[in-house]
Structure formats: structure tokens, C-alpha cells
């Protein structure tokens, strides 16, 4: 009579990872998450690898736990794995300020952002 496990969130040929906490703004980390979008895994981490951008090599370690997560978890085929969908979502915004001139106050946003990397293992033909 023990209570029925939680059905998988993602399909059987599915796996993901969330990075939380990534301090960026989504605009910025949209960017680099639209590079990766709907490539094959091998090629999203090498463009990932030689990316100028700061957040790639967070984007990077969250592809590689999606990864780890499909071989390991869900006995998938790394090399016949995609990037099948990478989202932003918003997180916290840290509010800090500094002094202007008349005695007003700027305001200064410090914003942080969380993405999700889903891969999907294709056939062969794909």
C-alpha cells in the first residue's frame, strides 16, 4: 500500500538538466542557449568549448550533466544524442545602488537566470 512513484517528466528517449543560479541576464544567456538549440551534442559542446562568451562554459558544464544524466540514467546513446530544446527562465534579481549627482540615487540591477537543456536521443537516420 505505498504511494505510487512519480511518473518521468521528460519521454523515455529524454533526458535534462537545470542550472540554477547562473549569474547573467537571460537576454545575455538566451544567446548562448540559441547556439546550441537543435544541434547534435558533440557539436553544441565544441562550439560551446570555443565560445567568447563568459556563460558558455556554465551552459557547457549543464550540457555535459544532461549528458551524464541520458548515459547514466536513462541508458541512452550519447552519440546519437540532440540538443532538443535549451530555455531561459528568470531568477533573482540582487538590487544595489550607487550615489549620483543632487543627491539622487542609481539604481543598479544584478540579475541572475537559470536555463534547462533537454537531449534526445534520434535515430540513426537523423
Known amino acids: 500500500m505505498s504511494t505510487e512513484k512519480n511518473?518521468?517528466?521528460v519521454a523515455d528517449n529524454e533526458a535534462m538538466a537545470i542550472s540554477r543560479m547562473l549569474r547573467?541576464?537571460?537576454q545575455k544567456l538566451n544567446l548562448v542557449a540559441g547556439l546550441i538549440?537543435?544541434?547534435?551534442?558533440?557539436h553544441?559542446?565544441?562550439?560551446?568549448?570555443?565560445?567568447?562568451?563568459?556563460?558558455?562554459?556554465?551552459?557547457?558544464k549543464c550540457l555535459q550533466s544532461a549528458i551524464a544524466n541520458?548515459?547514466?540514467?536513462?541508458?541512452?546513446?550519447?552519440?546519437s544524442l540532440i540538443v532538443a530544446e535549451a530555455?531561459?527562465?528568470?531568477?533573482?534579481?540582487m538590487k544595489r545602488g550607487r550615489p549620483r549627482a543632487r543627491g539622487r540615487?542609481?539604481?543598479i540591477m544584478k540579475p541572475f537566470s537559470e536555463?534547462?537543456?533537454k537531449v534526445r536521443q534520434v535515430g540513426e537516420t537523423a
Not at 538549440?37 to 558533440?42: E, I, L, M, N, Q
Not at 541520458?70 to 552519440?79: G, K, P, R, T, Y
Request: hydrophobic share 35%; charged share 30%.
Open 87 to 93: 530555455w531561459v527562465g528568470k531568477n533573482l534579481v
Open 115 to 117: 536555463i534547462t537543456i
Open 70 to 79: 541520458a548515459e547514466n540514467n536513462h541508458n541512452l546513446d550519447v552519440d
Open 37 to 42: 538549440r537543435g544541434k547534435k551534442v558533440a
Open 44 to 60: 553544441a559542446l565544441s562550439d560551446l568549448t570555443f565560445s567568447k562568451r563568459r556563460i558558455a562554459g556554465d551552459v557547457k
Open 7 to 9: 511518473p518521468r517528466r
Open 24 to 26: 547573467t541576464s537571460p
Open 105 to 107: 540615487f542609481g539604481k
